[in-house]
């Protein structure tokens, strides 16, 4: 147990906390770096017990002593003794700020340390206590740590890296600046105030009548880089990507043969895509070597397990004691100590940004570049004075925030001085840009500064000022070849005009773009500007609630330029999504659906009753789909359960499974209990108390919205057409199609008709890539109805065709589910760092109706040849073999709708035209007693022997006769042998 503790306190929990803590500065997934951690862990644990065993008695009770004494301190640094030292991003701190509690702290482990040594025996004797104690809270403090940082979601297979960031074209470069949060009335008063500071901005306009789309950094860049702009019309992750690839400045220019690099604080704002970018690396094994992030967190692991009065050795003047790799601005450009006058003592990313521009900047290249350099600007923070040196963490006062934003202009200055020492400054589209303003940070708005437009209503304060601050960003561009002194121009604009001012100046179409060019902009001091204003909930939601649209007409600046537009977003994500959105973060909508139950975190919410509920008030038609966005869990997590109920009628159950990457599921509710709907509860109860599922988004919606017309292709690929369709198990859509996610992935589909010998079916398919192939095995089902188990042996695309008949469709509803029994997880076998269970890419399906033809579906194993009136019968279609093998069956399914629980399936014996006999029991109790003799041809194919082909049952039995957890249901033959089914 001693050998196992210490690995895990010592190396793990530090771990963990400081990933969490540091996510958004980390490129690289949690089980990249993970993976070494835990290969060291586990050698550290087999030493240790190594050691202990081939020790004496004695030797091995001292060492085990002092390992425990390691064990509770390292558990207390961790968990408790943390101190203040700033923002963890390895800037130097104030070492004198914690010093009466260094003090405190070194006191308290020199007692711990005394008392081991003086009760040593007590100690040894409650060893294993003692380490059951420590493991149990480093994981509820890990778990915590979780619950709080969730990680993000991991669909990309590329990192952003440092590599040619800092090289040039000697022709043409397209250059945008992001300062982020830089507010522009602060930058009007700086340059009001420092003449210098206007003098190193030669060619800039600053446009200081500027309106920013959103407030925060997610949703602004992508407008700022493709001048599209969110309004909860279709689901966020598909809007980003969309907004990317369909129209982004970075891909026109590519396409443009462009050299395209992207260089971000935040990279997470950014679509890691090599379509877009072409400094990308892949994480499948060589990103770890090229990134600083192993090294950042064992230094700040190692920082964090450091007594409070050994911390500044540890920090080395931030250099720290591990370097696994050296800051490199690129793949050629190594700076020396002595080379970095702002990051020798401080890692902060600007600091090594200027730096690094400053020594790294080189014209290499005679293509055109684009470059995009994302910088933390003004963020908190606030820890830089206004000549960019480090200062520590300062308070957040509107005085620290404008010395702030003085230091990052005065340091961009000296960009652009290097910029025109390599003379690319003149032939250089340039664009410096706040992503958005100050609106979180209290430093109010310098309204009285002299020359601004003339109030047309002083006074008037119609809207939170906060609003007005998130919606006034910096904006400066200067034109290739303009040298003229910086002007200030107050003609209305806003961020999304970047991409076709940038464009108009390349002499480049930009007509398709929303927006404006600045530079051809007709004045109109009447334009109509909006901005959505939203707090942060979370990375997972597929819809912003609640966002607010403000038009502002006027000086953006002037709270009485800006009123409500009127246009309801909120309204317009349930009409787009067709019924009800219930958001579960800490501002969300949940309130208004009479949520009961849940906690109210910042990003979603928990259920801590035996019995949460929400009330949708919602008048239904037709069928409904029922679906929950959750976080990702703890890989310490349990499977949980979670039934649902609509009134007192069970609906379905959500089964929650930990690392299967997995963030949807759904349920379908049958159109016969829509009354209850506008007048009943949904009653959400988990199998697990607290519950571990960080609800973000529930969903209740018209399957109207999945309508799908027979004869036509969904195409599952990138930029296809049947994202709404994939409901549970599927990632984003790549080249070769949606890949499945865990070990059940579903789509459904909404028809109008079903003609009498239903539709044949043709889906795309072929598994896992690459090197990463094997022999995939799945389970299909339509309806609930088990179609067969497909085997596909090779790693092509190849097709599956199979017969959906008119029983099989109830109220237009076709749900195709796939259960799949041998995912492999690509880091499991070296392949990847991708710890998602994958199995097959689905790339295309079309339904054709069935005008009674013969089918031929895929089947490795045999050839199948099928009736009209048939379905898929291929593999080994689940079949089971129990005592002497003779007789063999399935329970394709049990389902429930109002108040009737339905099973169907089939059993059968071999060589025997006699029928076996279903007999279901209930609490020791048989419910009733029938014979599967229903027609079953499929099977009877299947398993070549005709005497199956009237082996099917399909029955009913009331809901309330039913107790699902002792529920039974037996086969027996004509001879006493017995079948006992499970679903």
């Not at 690094?356 to 014209?363: I, L």
């Not at 960019?388 to 202009?409: I, K, P």
């Not at 940038?502 to 334009?527: C, H, K, T, W």
């Not at 349930?574 to 969300?588: D, H, K, P, V």
Request: aromatic share 10%.
């Amino acid at each position: 147990m001693v050998a196992i503790i210490i690995p895990v306190v010592v190396i793990i929990a530090p771990f963990v906390q400081v990933y969490l803590l540091n996510v958004t500065n980390i490129q690289l997934p949690f089980s990249d770096l993970a993976k070494p951690i835990l290969m060291v862990t586990a050698v550290a644990a087999v030493v240790l017990w190594v050691v202990l065993s081939a020790i004496s008695t004695a030797w091995a009770a001292r060492l085990t002593v002092l390992l425990i004494y390691l064990a509770v301190f390292a558990f207390l640094q961790t968990n408790f003794f943390i101190g203040n030292f700033g923002f963890l991003d390895g800037v130097a701190p104030d070492w004198s700020s914690n010093g009466i509690f260094a003090w405190l702290q070194a006191g308290l482990l020199m007692v711990l340390a005394l008392f081991c040594v003086v009760r040593s025996r007590d100690v040894l004797s409650n060893s294993t206590f003692i380490s059951a104690v420590l493991l149990l809270g480093t994981g509820v403090f890990d778990s915590v740590a979780l619950w709080k940082n969730p990680l993000p979601r991991d669909e990309s297979h590329y990192v952003f890296t440092d590599d040619q960031v800092f090289d040039f074209s000697s022709k043409r470069n397209v250059i945008i600046f992001i300062l982020d949060a830089v507010q522009a009335d602060v930058v009007n008063e700086l340059l009001s105030s420092d003449s210098v500071l206007k003098q190193q901005f030669p060619g800039f306009t600053f446009y200081r009548n500027t309106v920013g789309a959103f407030p925060k950094t997610y949703a602004s860049v992508p407008a700022i880089l493709s001048g599209r702009t969110f309004d909860n019309s279709e689901p966020l992750p598909e809007f980003i990507l969309k907004s990317y690839l369909d129209s982004s400045l970075p891909v026109r220019l590519r396409n443009q043969d462009f050299d395209v690099r992207l260089h971000s604080a935040v990279p997470q704002s950014l679509l890691p895509n090599p379509e877009i970018a072409d400094n990308l690396a892949s994480t499948d094994g060589i990103a770890i070597s090229e990134s600083a992030d192993l090294g950042m967190v064992i230094n700040l692991s190692i920082f964090r397990l450091t007594p409070h009065l050994l911390k500044s050795a540890i920090y080395n003047d931030g250099s720290f004691l591990v370097n696994l790799s050296q800051q490199t601005a690129s793949s050629d450009c190594v700076l020396a100590k002595d080379d970095r006058r702002l990051s020798q003592d401080n890692t902060a990313f600007d600091a090594r940004f200027y730096d690094e521009f400053s020594h790294c900047a080189q014209v290499t290249l005679a293509q055109p570049v684009f470059r995009l350099f994302h910088l933390d600007g003004a963020h908190a923070p606030i820890q830089f004075d206004a000549t960019f040196d480090y200062l520590g963490e300062q308070e957040l006062t509107r005085a620290s925030y404008v010395q702030q934003t003085h230091g990052a202009l005065r340091q961009v200055a000296k960009v652009l001085e290097k910029m025109r020492d390599l003379s690319i400054y003149d032939h250089s589209t340039i664009v410096i840009v706040g992503d958005h303003g100050a609106g979180e940070y209290d430093i109010g708005l310098n309204l009285n500064q002299p020359g601004l437009p003339v109030r047309k209503l002083p006074g008037i304060d119609n809207i939170d000022q906060r609003i007005v601050r998130g919606g006034i960003p910096l904006l400066m561009v200067k034109p290739e070849s303009a040298t003229s002194a910086l002007r200030v121009d107050d003609r209305p604009v806003a961020l999304i005009d970047i991409p076709r001012t940038v464009l108009d100046d390349l002499g480049q179409p930009n007509a398709d773009l929303p927006g404006e060019s600045i530079f051809a902009q007709v004045v109109d001091n009447n334009r109509i500007r909006t901005h959505r204003f939203y707090e942060y909930s979370g990375w997972n939601i597929d819809y912003i609630l609640p966002l607010n649209e403000y038009a502002v007409s006027g000086f953006s600046w002037y709270p009485e330029s800006w009123h409500a537009s009127g246009r309801d977003l909120n309204r317009a994500a349930e009409l787009n999504y067709a019924g009800r959105l219930i958001s579960f973060s800490r501002t969300g909508t949940a309130a208004n659906f009479d949520a009961e139950g849940f906690t109210a975190e910042l990003t979603g919410s928990r259920i801590t009753a035996p019995s949460a509920s929400i009330r949708p008030a919602y008048d239904a038609s037709g069928p409904q789909l029922l679906h929950v966005i959750y976080s990702t869990m703890p890989k310490s997590s349990k499977t949980e359960a979670m039934d649902v109920y609509l009134g007192d009628q069970l609906i379905g159950q959500w089964t929650f499974v930990p690392q299967d990457g997995q963030i949807k599921k759904y349920l379908i509710i049958d159109s016969e209990l829509n009354p209850l709907l506008s007048t009943e509860t949904i009653f959400f109860k988990p199998a697990v108390l607290p519950s571990s599922v960080l609800i973000q988004e529930v969903g209740l919606s018209d399957m109207q919205r999945l309508a799908y017309e027979p004869g036509s292709s969904l195409d599952f690929r990138e930029g296809g057409n049947a994202g709404a369709a994939m409901l549970q198990g599927w990632s984003l859509p790549l080249k070769a199609g949606m890949l499945s996610v865990g070990g059940r992935s579903g789509l459904v589909l909404q028809v109008d008709q079903v003609p009498p010998n239903g539709y044949v079916a043709e889906i795309l398919v072929r598994s896992v890539e690459g090197n990463l192939w094997q022999q995939q095995q799945f389970d299909m089902l339509v309806n609930g109805r088990m179609l067969g188990r497909m085997v596909i042996d090779k790693p092509v695309e190849q097709t599956i065709r199979f017969a959906i008949t008119s029983d099989d469709v109830q109220d237009g509803v076709i749900e195709i589910v796939f259960r799949f029994h041998t995912p492999v997880r690509p880091e499991w076998i070296g392949k990847s760092s991708d710890t998602r269970p994958l199995s097959i890419f689905l790339a295309e399906l079309m339904l054709h109706t069935n005008k009674g033809q013969a089918l031929t579906s895929f089947d490795p194993l045999r050839s199948c040849q099928l009736t009209s009136t048939e379905v898929l019968a291929c593999g080994t279609i689940g079949t089971l073999n129990i005592g002497d093998g003779k007789l063999q069956g399935y329970l394709d399914y049990i389902r429930e709708s109002a108040g009737v629980v339905h099973f169907a399936g089939w059993v059968g014996k071999l060589q025997s035209q006699v029928p076996v006999a279903i007999h279901v029991f209930s609490e020791g109790r048989e419910l009733m007693s029938s014979p599967a003799r229903k027609s079953r041809p499929d099977v009877a194919l299947a398993l070549q022997d005709p005497s199956m082909a009237l082996s099917g049952f399909n029955f009913s039995l009331p809901l309330v006769a039913v107790n699902r957890d002792q529920l039974r249901i037996l086969a027996v033959s004509d001879a006493g042998d017995v079948l006992e089914l499970t679903p």
